[in-house]
């Protein structure tokens, strides 16, 4: 082995070591830092939750588990505001045992959760699943990528008011469309998903939500870039353009949560900010 080939290797290796080294330190310290708001606290059995919502009618909060096989959980809040909460786990599915349980949204009229699974490790597998809310009775499962050469990772999904979901392909960069029942339809794909420079895009489209109004807000987040996608046509065509943001970046940029109408709220690094548009 010739020492260049050794030293690329190297390289490489000394540069992934530091990408992840900076998060995790970065976690640990804002653990130990003093919030600054309330923090609801909880016990938890697993390591990695990706996601968390606020279930209304439950009254509860839902959690989605990114290691141990995947699976939901809730946590139900006290009357004491300061109690340590327990996470209950509602589901783990052996179907898709292996894979982790990403971003997910609440179809309340529909009475059921969508819920985004990758392989996270392998980068070889992303499926759709749907659950009923109250028996958690699986309603279906969309493979929308198995067992082939194309690196994908489903990482969050939005629904609209027909009941179709859109979910994020984080290292694919596209959008897969599913239907009310659970049959892909189409894909959709942008010159604008893929960012300059290769280390921009090693995560890309990550949160993404839904307006009433007919279209899509989704991140893209190495890059920081927040796009908006007109879905009124519900085909291929679907027009992508990018937000203007001013007042800072969005790098790194997670989950995302409508606030209002006109504002959004976007997560990540235990950080959030609020866009208005």
Not at 54 to 71: A, C, E, N, P, T
Not at 159 to 179: F, L, M, P, R
Not at 212 to 228: A, D, M, N, Q
Request: net charge negative; charged share 20%; hydrophobic share 40%.
């Amino acid at each position: 082995m010739s020492p260049s080939c050794c030293s690329g290797k190297y390289s490489v290796a000394l540069f992934f070591f530091i990408l992840s080294a900076v998060p995790i330190a970065y976690i640990i310290s804002s653990e130990k830092a003093v919030p600054s708001t309330h923090v609801i606290s909880y016990h938890s059995s697993g390591f990695l939750r990706e996601c968390a919502k606020w279930d209304d009618v439950g009254r509860r909060f839902l959690v989605s588990y990114m290691d141990g096989g995947g699976g939901i959980g809730e946590l139900v809040p006290t009357k004491d505001s300061d109690d340590v909460l327990k996470e209950v786990t509602l589901v783990k599915d052996v179907d898709l045992a292996g894979n982790s349980s990403n971003g997910f949204v609440i179809d309340r009229h529909r009475n059921r959760l969508l819920l985004a699974v990758g392989d996270l490790l392998g980068n070889r597998y992303s499926a759709l699943v749907a659950y009923d809310l109250s028996t958690w009775r699986r309603l279906f499962l969309t493979v929308l990528s198995s067992h082939s050469k194309e690196i994908t990772y489903a990482d969050d999904v939005a629904v609209d008011t027909q009941g179709n979901a859109y979910v994020s392909d984080a290292k694919g960069g596209k959008i897969w469309v599913v239907d009310v029942n659970g049959k892909l339809v189409y894909t959709i794909r942008s010159p604008l998903f893929t960012t300059p420079g290769w280390y921009n895009n090693f995560v890309s489209l990550n949160g993404i939500v839904y307006h009433p109004e007919g279209f899509l807000i989704v991140i893209h987040t190495f890059s920081g870039f927040l796009y908006k996608i007109d879905v009124t046509n519900g085909d291929v065509s679907s027009k992508v353009t990018v937000i203007d943001v001013s007042g800072g970046s969005l790098r790194f940029g997670d989950g995302l949560e409508f606030l209002s109408p006109t504002k959004i709220v976007v997560a990540g690094n235990g950080s959030y900010s609020l866009v208005q548009f």
